[in-house]
């Protein structure tokens, strides 16, 4: 199955109890039908003149093109960072049955 109907989209946090959150948060809203998170990563950035080095946790959904601007909103609501890194990548090949199990489990409900 090949397209940009579906998303892997990425976001850091600075302790598991929030990756986990924000996690739960987009699989149980049906905006993303899972999340894997990954830790800890050790990201070093520019941030207000400086150059910063912080212990992350990586979170990562899979979803899809049509549920993206509701995850990103959620995310930026949800999410203690000034700028959160919120960033979404096509996928252009993937299993179809796990394609279409992304897709159901993300389709709105009745």
């Known amino acids: 199955m090949t397209g940009t109907e579906f998303l ?3 976001t850091t946090t600075d302790s598991a109890t929030k990756a986990e959150a924000l996690a739960r948060g987009a699989v149980e809203a049906r905006l993303a039908a ?3 998170i990954s ?3 050790m990201s070093v950035y520019h941030w207000q003149g400086e150059i910063e080095t912080a212990e992350e946790w990586q979170v990562l959904f899979k ?3 049509a ?3 509701a995850l990103e909103a ?3 609501e949800a999410h203690d960072y ?3 890194e919120i960033l979404a990548v096509p996928v252009v090949r993937g299993n179809a049955p796990y394609l279409a ?3 159901a489990e993300t389709a709105e409900r009745p």
Do not use: I, K, S
Request: net charge neutral; with cysteine; charged share 15%.
């Open 8 to 10: 892997t989209v990425l």
């Open 34 to 36: 899972c999340a894997q």
């Open 39 to 41: 830790a800890p990563v």
């Open 63 to 65: 979803t899809t093109a």
């Open 67 to 69: 549920c993206y601007e």
């Open 74 to 76: 959620r995310l930026t």
């Open 82 to 84: 000034d700028t959160p």
């Open 101 to 103: 199990w992304l897709r």
